[in-house]
């Protein structure tokens, strides 16, 4: 599948915050879109200048920001939406919890991966076992009791060991714990809304998709 293989930091200037698409870099370096406030390409500066958006701009950037957060193509972002539309409860809030219980958030919210990218090729390259069983699928979904763990073999990987060892390394996420020694961990519980930090309007999106 298709992924973006440009400059990502052109993408935080388009939705004019940063997505932190190239982890530690992200803590460490004055970002672009901090420099040049207005969004890529000729027509950047205008578009900074206009005052008002539609509805349908502000909920399509909404869209696209969340989708670029998580690494995820179109199909991918909407057949996650309408598997949360068909579950009980508030949809925006079933889309993010979906969002945040991929394998490949989970290994980037553990900090073993500095970012969902990396986590992903980690995922990919068969180095995380899901309740002794390896899973190389980063759109895995965790349930609660889930034990994750790094292979033997790989947990001396210096991804890993440089990701853990960061000072700017976010604060774990408490539906989660990690025995950092032995590179495994326990999803505790499902998230709930209140413990995904992402300033997020999520109804946005759900109002875009249902037009």
Same mark, same amino acid.
């Given at each position: 599948?298709?992924?973006?293989? %440009? @400059?990502?930091?052109?993408?935080?200037?388009?939705? *004019?915050?940063? $997505?932190?698409?190239?982890?530690?870099?992200?803590?460490?370096?004055?970002?672009?879109?901090?420099?040049?406030?207005?969004? @890529?390409?000729?027509? *950047? @500066?205008?578009? =900074?200048?206009? +005052?008002?958006?539609?509805? &349908?701009?502000?909920?399509?950037? #909404?869209?696209?920001?969340?989708?670029?957060? &998580?690494? $995820?193509?179109? !199909?991918?972002?909407?057949?996650?939406?309408? +598997?949360? =539309?068909? #579950?009980? *409860?508030?949809?925006?809030?079933?889309?993010?919890? %979906?969002? #945040?219980?991929?394998?490949?958030?989970?290994?980037?919210?553990?900090?073993?991966?500095?970012?969902?990218?990396?986590?992903?090729?980690?995922?990919? /390259? +068969? /180095?995380?076992?899901?309740?002794?069983?390896?899973?190389?699928? @980063?759109?895995?979904?965790?349930?609660? %009791?889930?034990?994750? !763990?790094?292979?033997?073999?790989?947990?001396?990987?210096?991804?890993?060991?440089?990701? $853990?060892? =960061?000072?700017?390394?976010?604060?774990?996420?408490?539906?989660?714990?990690?025995? #950092?020694?032995?590179?495994?961990?326990?999803?505790?519980?499902?998230? !709930? +809304?209140?413990?995904?930090?992402?300033?997020?309007?999520?109804? $946005?999106?759900?109002?875009?998709?249902?037009?």
């Amino acid at each position: 599948m298709a992924r973006h293989t %440009g @400059p990502v930091c052109k993408l935080c200037r388009r939705e *004019g915050q940063k $997505l932190f698409l190239k982890g530690q870099k992200c803590y460490t370096e004055k970002c672009p879109v901090e420099r040049r406030a207005y969004p @890529p390409g000729q027509h *950047g @500066p205008a578009q =900074a200048r206009r +005052r008002k958006q539609s509805d &349908y701009a502000m909920q399509l950037r #909404e869209k696209q920001k969340v989708k670029r957060m &998580y690494g $995820l193509q179109e !199909t991918q972002f909407r057949n996650l939406f309408e +598997r949360a =539309a068909r #579950e009980s *409860g508030v949809t925006g809030e079933n889309l993010l919890i %979906g969002l #945040e219980t991929r394998l490949d958030n989970v290994i980037f919210r553990l900090g073993l991966a500095s970012s969902r990218n990396q986590a992903r090729q980690l995922v990919r /390259h +068969r /180095h995380v076992q899901v309740n002794g069983r390896l899973v190389d699928v @980063p759109s895995y979904q965790v349930k609660a %009791g889930d034990d994750i !763990t790094v292979r033997a073999k790989s947990k001396e990987l210096a991804v890993i060991e440089s990701s $853990l060892g =960061a000072r700017t390394r976010p604060r774990l996420v408490e539906w989660l714990t990690l025995d #950092e020694k032995n590179r495994v961990a326990r999803v505790v519980r499902v998230p !709930t +809304r209140d413990d995904i930090p992402m300033d997020v309007q999520e109804q $946005l999106i759900v109002e875009l998709y249902s037009k």
